[in-house]
């Protein structure tokens, strides 16, 4: 069992329209945080979220960390075939925050067609 | 700008085999670790190096060794490959041993594709 869940699995839109990405679990987590990962290649860090209610924005990509630090949610805006990629969240219980033993979920494909 | 250097990228291995995947980063990085990524699961912490000279197990540790050669490289070693451990595996590093600091950035390798027949 993940203890970060990733919804949806697999989402497929055209060029121009929004999304959003969920990140959720039954856990308190002390930070999250959101990458990116394009086929061949290692994930890339696009954010870290500390505070509960915190909202960060990255140009088109806006996070936001749930009141409760139980969940995430990643929405992008008029996405480009740029923004394609796995989008994984990640982040280590509240109880044990400077853990190295980060749990990631399983991850978001998104597909951004021309 | 390397980064992190996983070798090899790809390989194939009879089960039994044995085989090192090498790491090195070239950021001063304190902590280095190795994760597994697999279909629907994510990325796995197999093992992890807080410093030079200490390592620690994470979620996934059977069947692997590990060795912090020095600050710079983090070996995997398989001694005798199984093909569930069939994967794509990744090395990353860190300045801090906590993940969770705000601004404490992981960086990881390319991956290395390991199959196990």
């Known amino acids: 069992t993940q203890l970060l869940e990733q919804s949806p699995q697999f989402l497929s839109i055209q060029e121009g329209e929004n999304l959003t990405v969920y990140c959720n679990s039954s856990s308190v987590f002390s930070s999250l945080q959101w990458y990116r990962q394009e086929p061949g290649e290692g994930p890339v860090l696009l954010v870290t979220?500390?505070?509960?209610?915190e909202v960060k924005k990255l140009k088109r990509l806006t996070f936001q960390f749930g009141d409760a630090r139980k969940d995430s949610s990643l929405h992008i805006t008029a996405a480009q075939p740029g923004d394609t990629g796995l989008y994984l969240c990640a982040g280590a219980p509240a109880r044990r925050p400077n853990d190295y033993k980060l749990s990631f979920g399983a991850g978001t494909t998104v597909t951004v067609r021309a | 700008n390397a980064g992190v250097t996983q070798t090899p990228k790809f390989q194939v291995l009879k089960t039994g085999q044995s085989m090192t995947l090498q790491c090195a980063q070239d950021m001063n990085h304190n902590s280095m670790y190795w994760y597994r990524q697999d279909p629907g699961m994510g990325l796995r912490l197999i093992y992890y190096s807080a410093s030079e000279g200490t390592t620690d197990k994470g979620e996934v540790p059977n069947g692997y060794n590990v060795s912090r050669l020095n600050k710079r490289e983090f070996s995997l070693r398989l001694e005798s490959a199984a093909p569930s451990q069939t994967s794509v595996y990744f090395c990353a590093s860190s300045v801090l041993r906590g993940h969770t600091s705000s601004g404490n950035t992981i960086y990881f390798g390319e991956g290395s594709w390991l199959t196990v027949v």
């Open positions: 979220v500390v505070t509960g209610g």
